[in-house]
C-alpha cells in the first residue's frame, strides 16, 4: 500500500461509502423498474369459444383440458394437451395438433404434424369444441400496445446509468489513490472506455426507440467491477480486459440481433449444435492443461475456455418453440447433446463446469417435459451423474475432503480458502478499499475467489449487491417469461439465469467453503475473457424474452413486422 | 406457454438457494469474523509495532508493509521459533498473536490498525543465541530455560531453524515444528524422575530398602536389561545409577494406575497454553499392559511420550518447593502459581538430583561455582539410536534457572546434552541479569 496523507486518506474513506450509497441506489432503481412495477401482457388475437372471449398473450398458445392450457377447455372430447395456436413472425397463424384423440379441423382440412393456417374469422374445431379465431389488426394492436406500461416509464433508465457512472467515477478515484504510476493511464483509459461503451450503447438504445436498459446496467455494474478485480490484481492486463469487454458486448448486441427473429433463430439450433461440439471436440484434442483441467485452448497469444462459449451454445439448443417441445424426438437429441457435453468435459477433467452443465440440462429438461418424458429424463439424469461420480479424478475427491475442513489444514489442502475467507473478513462491510486489499496477491483470487477479493476491497455489502443483482436478473427473467412471446425465449432465459446462478453459487460458496471448491467462474465479475464473453452473451437471451413495451432491441415491435409485407414461409418452423 | 412458465419456479429455487447460502454465510461471519479476518498476519492493516526482548534487543518490527526483524541473522534464525514468520509458516511463532494485539476487529469495518505496540518478551536473545550455537545448527534438538522463581522463559531454541526473511532458503524435515512445545519424544531416564516421585510418596521405608542389580531382572518372564551391573544400591543410589531394574521394579509395585495418576496429575498428558500458544500433549500406556510394560514404561520407554515443554513445568514446580510458576513468553505478566508436587516430595527428589549431579555428572566441572540438580536420559528408540536428555535446575537464589535440553538420537545424555546444558548454563549465570 503506498503511503498516504491525511487528505487521501478522508477521501479514500468517503469514497467507500459514496460507492456503496450508489450500489444500493442502483439495485433498488433496477429492482422497482424490473421486479415491482406492472407490465401488461401483449395481445395477438383471440379465441371466442361461447360466451369466453380468450386473449391471445403469447405467440404459442397451449389449447386443451390441462389446468395450465393457454386456452383451457373443459370438455371430455378436449385432449389434456390438444393444440397449440401460434403466431409467425410476420403475423400469419397455424394451428397444430399435439396428442390429441379428437383431431383439429378448420372446415374440412385437418391439421397434421406441418400445422394448419388460419385466418381471422376461421372456425377451429378441437375436439369437437368450435373456436373461432380473431387476429387484432395493426391499427388495433397500436391502440393495445398504447396503453401498456412502457420499460422505463417510471424509473429513468437514464438516471440509473447516471448513477453507474458516477460510481465508476469513485471506482477509478480509489484505484488512482493505490494503483502504481505506471499502470494508472491504462487504468483511467479502460475506464474511460467502458463509461463511453455503456452511453454509446444506451444511445444506440434510444436510437431504436428502446427504453429497457436495466439489464445492460446490472451487467455494466458487474463488468466494472471485474475490470476492479483486474486493476487490483493485473494492471497490467488491464486493455486486454478492455478489448474482451468491448468483444462481449458486441457479441451480446449481435445475438440479441440475432434472436429478434424467431424462425430464423430456431432453424440454426442444429448449426449451433454443431458448432458447440466440434468446440467440446477441438477441446479435447487440443487442450492444455491447466491444474488438473484441461479446458483451456491456446490461439493466437489468446488463451480462452471452449466450454464457456458452448454454456451458450447449451442453451440455445436447450430452448424450444412450444409445438416441438411436445415432440419427443426433439427431446431425445437435446439428451444425446447434454450427454456429449457432460461427458467430454468430466473426460478433459473440469468438473465444475461439468456439474454446471448437468443441473442446467435438469433444470431445462424440467421447463420442457411433460409427462412422458419424465422416467427418460430422470434415467439419463441418473446415467450422467453416475458417470460424473465415476470420472472424478483425485484431486477433485481431495477438494471434496477438504470441504468443510479447511481451517485444518492452512497450510496445505485449504490454502486458498482460509485466505479467501481470512482476507473477506478483514473486509468488513467497507472494504479496505481497491487494490488496496492482500487476497489479490494469492493464486486464482481473480478468479475462483473473486468474490472475497471483492469484499475485502469494497465490503460486504457491495459484495451481497454483487449477488442480488444477478438474482434480481434471475427474477427478471422467470417474470417476464411468464408473458415470453415464444417458449423458446422464455425457456433460453430461465436455462441462462439458472446457469449463471449454479455458476455464482459454486464460486461464491466454494470459496468460502460452504461447498466443495471447484474452481468456476462468478458472471462477468471473475478474469476471464471467455467467461465474460459468455456472460454477456447470455444476457441476449433474457433480452430476447423482455417484452415489456419498447424495451428491448431483440425483440420487435410489430410494426416492424410488417414493413417487408412478406407471409411467413411455413417451412421456417419446422 | 403457461405449462411451461409455471416450471420456471425451478430458476427460483436455485434463487432461494443462494440467498439461504449467502444467509448461512452472513451468520458464520458475524460468529468467526474476528477469528478469520486476525488468523494471517500479513493481513496487517497497517499497524506499526515493535516486539523486543526482555532486554530491548529488537527481534520483529511492524512496519505496516512488512514484517521486518533483527538485523543479525543469527538472532533471527536461533529466535525463529519465538518470533515466526511472515508467512505464518510456523504456526506457533508470536508474530500472529503480535498482530492479533495490534490490531482491531469490527464486522462493520472489519479489521483496523490500533496505535502502535510494543511487546516486550521474557526471552534473551542472547541466550537463544549461545543455545543456538551449543546445539549446533546440524543436529535436530532444543532447549529450554526458564526463571522457576517468575515463571519468564528465558530461553527457547529448536533445530533446525531457518531464517524468517529468507523464503528460498533450503529447509530441513521439521524446520517449522518447535520441538520445545510441539513435539514429544520418548523420555528414557529422566522419566524416572516421576516413577521416583511417586515412590516417595508411596512407598513406606523407602530410605531403608535397597534393590539389587546384577544381569537384569525378570518381570513375569520378560527380562528388562539394565546398563551395568550395580549390585545393591539404595534408592538414592537407584536414581543416580539410573538403575533400570530398580525402577522397573519400583514402577511395578507402584502399579500402572498409580502411575498413570501421577503422570496425568504432573501435567505430561495435557496440552498447556504458553500465553496463548497451544503446547501438545504427551502419552503414557493408558490401556492395560501387564507387569513388564509397566516395568518399562517406569523407565521411559514402552510407549511413554514427553513434551520437552511439560518435563520444564514439572522441573520449575521441583526447583520452586513444589509450586510452579506457570512459564510464559510476556514479560511483565503475572502468570498464574499452582502446586504441582508436594512441597516434601519435591525437597526429597531435588536432593536426589542434586546427588546424582555431584556423585555422577562431575558437576564441579560441568557447572562450576553453580548448586546443580539434574538427571540425565538416554532414550533407546529400539533402531541403535538414542535420544540424548540432560534436564534439571540450578538450586542458587541468584540465578533460579532451570532447563530442559535434547539432541535427538545424540546418545549418552551426559556426552551430548549434557555438554550443551553445561556450555549453556555457565554462560547463563555468567552473563543473564540476576
Known amino acids: 500500500m503506498k503511503k498516504t496523507g491525511g487528505l487521501s486518506d478522508t477521501i479514500l474513506a468517503l469514497s467507500k461509502y459514496v460507492l456503496i450509497l450508489l450500489s444500493i441506489a442502483l439495485i433498488v432503481r433496477c429492482i422497482r423498474s424490473m421486479l415491482s412495477e406492472h407490465y401488461e401482457p401483449e395481445v395477438w388475437g383471440y379465441l371466442r369459444h361461447g360466451n369466453d372471449n380468450f386473449p391471445l398473450t403469447h405467440w404459442e398458445n397451449l389449447i386443451g383440458r390441462a389446468l395450465n392450457a393457454d386456452v383451457r377447455l373443459v370438455d371430455p372430447g378436449v385432449s389434456r394437451v390438444h393444440a397449440v395456436l401460434r403466431r409467425g413472425s410476420r403475423g400469419t397463424w397455424r394451428v397444430y395438433d399435439i396428442f390429441s384423440k379428437g383431431g383439429v379441423w378448420i372446415g374440412q382440412a385437418k391439421a397434421g404434424p406441418g400445422g394448419l393456417a388460419v385466418a381471422d374469422g376461421d372456425v377451429i374445431n378441437v375436439g369437437g369444441q368450435r373456436l373461432r379465431f380473431r387476429a387484432v389488426t395493426p391499427e388495433k394492436w397500436e391502440k393495445l400496445e398504447s396503453k401498456r406500461t412502457s420499460a422505463g416509464r417510471r424509473v429513468s433508465p437514464a438516471v440509473t446509468l447516471l448513477e453507474l457512472t458516477v460510481f465508476q467515477l469513485f471506482l477509478l478515484l480509489q484505484h488512482a489513490m493505490s494503483a502504481k504510476a505506471e499502470d494508472l493511464k491504462a487504468i483511467a483509459l479502460a475506464w474511460v472506455a467502458l463509461i463511453a461503451l455503456e452511453w454509446l450503447c444506451y444511445n444506440a438504445m434510444r436510437f431504436l426507440n428502446r427504453s429497457g436498459f436495466e439489464i445492460e446496467t446490472l451487467a455494466f455494474y458487474l463488468t466494472t467491477l471485474g475490470m476492479s478485480v483486474v486493476a487490483s490484481s493485473v494492471p497490467g492486463d488491464m486493455l486486454k480486459q478492455l478489448v474482451l469487454t468491448i468483444a462481449a458486448v458486441l457479441l451480446f448486441l449481435l445475438l440479441g440481433l440475432w434472436l429478434r427473429k424467431l424462425e430464423r433463430a430456431v432453424a440454426a439450433r442444429f448449426t449451433v449444435a454443431v458448432v458447440s461440439l466440434l468446440l467440446m471436440g477441438l477441446n479435447i484434442l487440443f487442450s492444455d492443461a491447466v491444474l488438473g483441467a484441461r479446458n483451456w485452448l491456446n490461439f493466437a497469444g489468446f488463451s480462452f475456455q471452449p466450454s464457456e462459449l458452448v454454456k451458450v451454445g447449451f442453451i440455445y439448443v436447450g430452448a424450444s418453440t412450444l409445438d416441438k417441445v411436445f415432440r419427443r424426438r426433439d427431446l431425445y437429441t437435446f439428451i444425446l447433446f447434454s450427454a456429449f457435453c457432460v461427458v467430454s468435459l468430466a473426460l478433459i477433467g473440469d468438473f465444475g463446469t461439468a456439474l454446471i452443465f448437468f443441473i442446467t440440462f435438469l433444470v431445462i429438461s424440467y421447463l420442457r417435459s411433460g409427462s412422458i418424458a419424465t422416467v427418460l429424463l430422470a434415467v439419463a439424469g441418473a446415467a450422467m451423474a453416475g458417470f460424473l461420480a465415476v470420472s472424478v479424478k483425485p484431486y477433485i475427491a481431495r477438494r471434496f475432503a477438504t470441504w468443510g475442513h479447511v481451517w485444518e489444514d492452512v497450510y496445505g489442502a485449504g490454502f486458498q480458502q482460509t485466505r479467501a475467507i481470512s482476507a473477506a473478513a478483514a473486509g468488513g462491510l467497507y472494504g479496505k478499499g481497491a487494490g488496496a486489499g492482500w487476497l489479490k496477491g494469492i493464486f486464482a483470487a481473480n478468479t475462483d475467489m473473486v468474490f472475497a477479493l471483492i469484499w475485502e476491497e469494497q465490503g460486504l455489502i457491495i459484495g451481497i449487491i454483487m449477488v442480488a443483482a444477478m438474482l434480481t436478473l434471475a427474477f427478471f427473467a422467470v417474470r417476464t417469461a411468464r408473458q415470453g412471446r415464444s417458449a423458446f425465449y422464455s425457456i433460453a432465459a430461465c436455462a441462462a439465469m439458472s446457469m449463471l446462478l449454479v455458476q455464482l453459487s459454486m464460486n461464491v460458496f466454494g470459496s468460502l467453503d460452504l461447498l466443495p471448491f471447484t474452481g468456476v467462474t462468478f458472471p462477468f465479475v471473475s478474469k476471464g475473457g471467455t467467461s465474460l464473453l459468455s456472460s454477456w452473451m447470455m444476457m441476449a437471451f433474457i433480452k430476447s424474452a423482455d417484452n415489456r413495451r419498447d424495451a428491448s432491441f431483440a425483440v420487435r415491435a410489430q410494426l416492424e413486422d410488417k414493413d417487408d409485407g412478406r407471409e411467413d414461409n411455413p417451412d421456417d418452423w419446422r | ?434
Open chain 2, 1 to 434: 406457454m403457461r405449462k411451461i412458465t409455471n416450471r420456471a419456479f425451478s430458476v427460483l429455487l436455485i434463487a432461494a438457494l443462494v440467498i439461504a447460502g449467502m444467509a448461512v454465510y452472513v451468520l458464520r461471519y458475524i460468529d468467526h469474523g474476528q477469528e478469520w479476518a486476525l488468523y494471517f498476519s500479513r493481513a496487517n492493516t497497517g499497524s506499526t509495532g515493535h516486539m523486543v526482548d526482555r532486554n530491548g534487543i529488537t527481534l520483529a518490527y511492524f512496519s505496516g508493509a512488512n514484517n521486518l526483524f533483527s538485523p543479525d541473522r543469527e538472532t533471527r534464525i536461533a529466535n525463529y521459533h519465538v518470533t515466526g514468520d511472515y508467512w505464518g509458516r510456523t504456526g506457533t511463532g508470536l508474530l500472529s498473536r503480535f498482530w492479533k494485539d495490534t490490531n482491531d476487529f469490527s464486522l462493520l469495518t472489519g479489521t483496523t490498525h490500533s496505535s502502535d505496540k510494543l511487546l516486550q518478551l521474557t526471552i534473551d536473545a542472547r541466550l537463544n543465541n549461545k543455545i543456538y550455537e551449543a546445539l549446533g545448527e546440524d543436529c535436530d534438538g532444543c532447549m529450554l530455560v526458564c526463571n522457576y522463581r517468575t515463571g519468564e522463559l528465558l530461553g527457547m531454541v529448536s533445530v533446525p531453524s531457518t531464517d524468517p526473511i529468507d523464503g528460498n532458503a533450503e529447509l530441513r524435515e521439521g524446520t517449522f515444528i518447535n520441538r520445545c512445545i510441539s513435539a514429544s519424544f520418548t523420555p528414557g531416564s529422566i522419566f524416572k524422575l516421576i516413577t521416583a516421585s511417586a515412590a516417595i510418596e508411596n512407598l513406606k521405608n523407602l530410605d531403608k530398602r535397597t534393590w539389587y542389580c546384577e544381569d537384569g531382572v525378570k518381570i513375569a518372564g520378560v527380562e528388562i536389561t539394565c546398563i551395568a551391573d550395580h549390585y545393591t544400591q539404595t534408592f538414592e543410589q537407584a536414581l543416580a545409577n539410573s538403575c533400570n531394574v530398580a525402577f522397573a521394579q519400583i514402577a511395578v509395585e507402584l502399579g500402572q494406575e498409580r502411575m498413570i495418576r501421577y503422570v496425568r496429575d504432573y501435567g505430561f498428558l495435557d496440552g498447556h497454553s504458553l500465553d496463548g500458544i497451544p503446547t501438545a500433549a504427551g502419552s503414557y500406556p493408558l490401556e492395560f499392559v501387564g507387569d513388564p510394560e509397566t516395568g518399562w514404561s517406569g523407565i521411559g520407554q514402552s510407549t511413554d511420550m514427553v513434551v520437552p515443554y511439560s518435563m520444564l513445568r514439572f522441573l520449575c514446580a521441583v526447583a520452586n518447593g513444589g509450586t510452579l510458576i506457570e512459564p510464559h513468553l510476556l514479560l511483565g505478566e503475572t502468570p498464574e502459581a499452582s502446586v504441582l508436587v508436594k512441597p516434601a516430595t519435591a525437597d526429597k527428589l531435588g536432593q536426589m538430583m542434586n546427588y546424582n549431579a555431584v556423585s555422577h555428572y562431575n558437576a564441579e566441572e560441568m557447572f562450576p561455582g553453580m548448586t546443580v540438580c539434574a538427571k540425565t536420559g538416554t532414550a533407546e528408540l529400539g533402531d541403535g539410536d538414542s535420544h540424548s536428555w540432560f534436564v534439571g535446575y540450578l538450586a542458587d537464589e541468584e540465578t533460579p534457572y532451570a532447563f530442559v535440553t535434547l539432541v535427538e538420537r545424540g546418545g549418552f545424555g551426559i556426552t551430548r546434552a549434557g555438554a550443551v546444558a553445561s556450555e549453556v548454563m555457565q554462560w547463563a549465570v555468567e552473563n543473564l541479569e540476576p
